[in-house]
């Protein structure tokens, strides 16, 4: 099944890499403000399908662009979950941070991923049990055992009532314990990265399913924890991950459960004081302010859960 799903992935990535070259004709839509989608998206997703459906025709499907269908007979035990572009408004930019993200779920597990970046030809694979690999190299995550040594990777709110002011507040509490946070603007390289150990650890709210699962599973398969913010491992639908080896993922708990939606009431009631007592600012200036913070480099406006 995972040779299956890295022909859909190479599949996808060929008509991404030529939509590429000609970026200028590209037609692009908005679902709402600041998320995006383009032909390429459609595309590439429907080139993903036909080759797995070709292979597993009784398998179920969940993919961000044509939405969910359960499998049939035998089959409906298999879910294929599928970004076909996860980073498309650095795709329509020319700015090369996107992949596509396939993982299969059986029986509710997740079982086998792919993450291809067509922009490096990188392909990250994980099948589960069997560990994670890049271009067929082992990959691990790192070993640094301290906060403060760590290069983390977040995503930034970006669509309308996402938790502005709150992300804010984690974003400051952060960066001041790392050595540095990144932005690059697709949460499924994001996770791949930190399967690779070339980043210490992510975090990000407002993901999808397809955003995170395959990188999920290369993150644990490389020794990594995945989870929500209070450290809980069933967080696929949750909108909320984080992920780090386990030394630092406990790090990061302490940090940023009290952020989580799933935090204990009492948490929840002293963030919220703490909050009421500063004034509040514009959005366009806390967002200039985050930008010029020391330490946080971040890629440009982009589709975070991609």
């Known amino acids: 099944m995972l040779n299956v799903a890295i022909k859909a992935a190479r599949a996808a990535g060929a008509l991404i890499n030529r939509a590429s070259l000609d970026l200028d004709t590209l037609r692009v839509g908005a679902k709402q403000t600041n998320d995006f989608v383009t032909e390429v998206d459609h595309a590439a997703e429907a080139a993903i ?89 082992r990959i691990r995550v790192a070993r640094r055992v301290q906060l403060r040594d760590c290069l983390l990777s977040t995503g930034f709110p970006f669509r309308p009532g996402d938790a502005f002011q709150t992300y804010l507040r984690m974003f400051g ?74 030394r630092i993922y406990g790090q990061l708990v302490g940090v940023l459960s009290k952020y989580s939606k799933f935090a204990p009431v009492r948490d929840k009631m002293a963030l919220d004081a703490q909050m009421g007592t500063d004034a509040p600012r514009a959005p366009a200036a806390d967002a200039r302010a985050a930008d010029d913070t020391p330490g946080a480099d971040a890629a440009g406006s982009t589709d975070a859960p991609w």
């Open 49 to 137: 399908i036909d080759t797995l459906l070709g292979a597993y025709p009784e398998h179920g499907i969940w993919a961000e662009e044509s939405g969910r269908r359960e499998g049939k007979g035998k089959g409906r035990a298999f879910t294929w979950i599928i970004d076909p572009l996860d980073g498309t408004t650095n795709f329509i930019h020319g700015f090369p941070v996107y992949c596509v993200s396939i993982a299969l779920m059986v029986d509710g597990r997740l079982e086998q991923a792919v993450i291809y970046d067509p922009t490096r030809n990188d392909l990250f694979t994980a099948s589960k049990g069997r560990g994670a690999y890049l271009n067929d190299r």
């Open 173 to 246: 509490e952060v960066m001041p314990r790392v050595a540095g946070l990144r932005r690059p603007g697709s949460a499924a390289l994001d996770l791949a990265y930190v399967a690779a150990g070339f980043s210490d650890g992510f975090f990000e709210m407002g993901l999808s399913p397809w955003d995170v699962a395959a990188g999920a599973l290369l993150v644990t398969e490389a020794g990594g924890l995945v989870g929500n913010f209070t450290g809980e491992a069933d967080f696929l639908e949750q909108k909320e991950c984080l992920a780090a080896n386990p």
